[in-house]
């Protein structure tokens, strides 16, 4: 008997067998799964990897906004208890001076006393602005509003602190000039860039407000012929990442938190902020915000 397999009966099965395999239902399904298991697969992993990178990215944000948060409380602590130093000096010497009947000395403490509870005041309304902003819960109501008048609301606001430093503030915005913003916000933006220019400009100096119409916005200038700032200064002027306390010309405080929210606050609008300056020339902080358009 013969028992050698006969080659060619073998090959025929195994080329025969494949059609059979690939027409088969049943073969065809299995196949469709292990190819939609493979994209499946495919999909997870491409997945994982997105999710592993977002991971790090969120931790190294978060790493970033507790160490922000950890200078910034600690410039703020410091801050606001050097005020109250010294306003408890200064009523502790006004008490003293009041018996001595010396009205000049007086009023020079009681001056003392007011910058320190004006700046505070400003550092808390500072501080409540950027929490509600940082919790997502500052309400955004933009209106109508004449520009002319809110400057020059703001502007009496600062003549007593600007009054103490013999600096001038003007403005030369027109009259009907009206912008479409919400009005807290304006106000904070020009009270910190206000605030600063008095800050850092020197005894007997200027400060300038002009706005002129470019398009569907307004371009706003605050300008001053204080110290100014060194170009390298430039960029860390407006985030939060690099919060510092600079002393102004009448060793004045800050947390530089103002102008971060100026920002803030300016971005929200659609507008833009900047500042040109140079170390002794003073400095020009320019801004936008959206013109009011009447209807035709």
Known sequence: MNLKPDNNSIEEKKGSSDPSELSNPSAQNQMARIIDLRFRLKGMEESNIKLEKHSTEQSVKLAEVIE??????????????????????????LRDSYNDHDIALAEKYIRMATNSANGTLNLLDNLLMWTAEQNKATYFNPEQLNFNKMVDEEIDNNRVSASHKQ????????YNLNIVADVQMVKTILRNLINNAIKYSFIGGRITISASEE?????????????????????????????????????????????????????KHGGTIRVE????????????????IPDN
Do not use: M, Y
């Open 68 to 93: 922000t948060n950890a200078k910034f409380l600690s410039i703020l602590a410091h801050d606001l208890r050097s005020p109250f130093i010294t306003i408890i000096g200064a009523l502790a010497l």
């Open 277 to 292: 300056s140079e170390p002794e020339k003073g400095s020009k902080f320019i801004f936008t915000l959206p013109r009011f």
């Open 167 to 174: 600096i001038t503030l003007n403005q030369s915005i027109p």
């Open 215 to 267: 398009s569907q916005f307004i371009v706003i200038v605050v300008e001053d012929n204080g110290i100014g700032i060194t170009h390298k200064a430039h960029k860390e002027l407006f985030t939060e990442k690099k919060i510092h306390s600079t002393r102004g010309t009448n060793n004045e405080k800050g947390t530089g938190l103002g102008l971060a929210l100026c920002k803030e606050f300016v971005e």
